[in-house]
Structures are given as C-alpha cells and as structure tokens.
C-alpha cells in the first residue's frame, strides 16, 4: 500500500505559478512511477504529466507541454509538479497517482491516488 498526500494547490492570477508536491509513504516509492492527473467539473480526469522510478525519463500532455515540469526526490518521497505561465484552463483537481509497472498515461494503469488539491486560476 502506499499512501499519497498532495499539497500546495491554491488561487493564483494568470501568468503565475505553483508547485505541487506529492508526499508518499508506505511502499518503497523509489520503486514507482509517477503520474499527476487533473480533473476540472463536468470534465473526465485527464492525464498532466508522468515521471519514472528514475527520475530520467518524463511524459507532458501537450496542453501544459513547456509550462509544466515533473520531478522527484526519492530520498524524501516527493514528487513535485511545478507549474509555471498558468492560464484559467489549468482550473481543476489535481491528483497524484503511483504506478507499479512503468510510466503510463492512462490512470487505469495507476494502483494508488491522493485525495486531490485544488488549484483555480483566475483571469
């Protein structure tokens, strides 16, 4: 089991910047990918960004593709989401997610998800 708990969500102008952060416990988290997914109302959850076990391999979707950045600490179980140019689009839950097997895009492939952090931008 591994247990995720995301943080640093908020309201932010357009053109602003946030970091999330990812803490995990349980499991050896070094030993899995990691995903952020994003869910605005009335929309699907949809996949951000991704992470291996490494750390040497990273996946954008193309909406935050060069606003986002995806990173990882194994020495202190965190992944990070920093997320820079924000625009009122970016509005939605942001979740983390832990993979077992590999670096994936599709949240059927994740085993473990935080409970969410809300980030609204406003225009």
């Known amino acids: 089991q591994v247990r995720l708990v995301e943080s640093g969500g908020g309201l932010v102008q357009a053109g602003g910047s946030l970091r999330l952060s990812c803490a995990a416990s349980g499991r050896t988290f070094s030993s899995y990918a990691m995903g952020w997914f994003r869910q605005a109302p009335g929309k699907e959850r949809e996949f951000v960004a991704a992470?291996?076990?490494?750390?040497?391999?990273?996946s954008y979707a193309d909406s935050v593709k060069g606003r986002f950045t995806i990173s990882r600490d194994n020495a202190k179980n965190t992944v990070y989401l920093q997320m820079n140019s924000l625009k009122p689009e970016d509005t939605a839950v942001y979740y983390c997610a832990a993979a077992a097997l590999t670096l994936a895009r599709k949240s059927t492939s994740y085993d473990f998800w935080g409970q969410g952090t809300q980030v609204t931008v406003s225009s």
């Open positions: 992470i291996t076990w490494s750390g040497d391999t990273t």
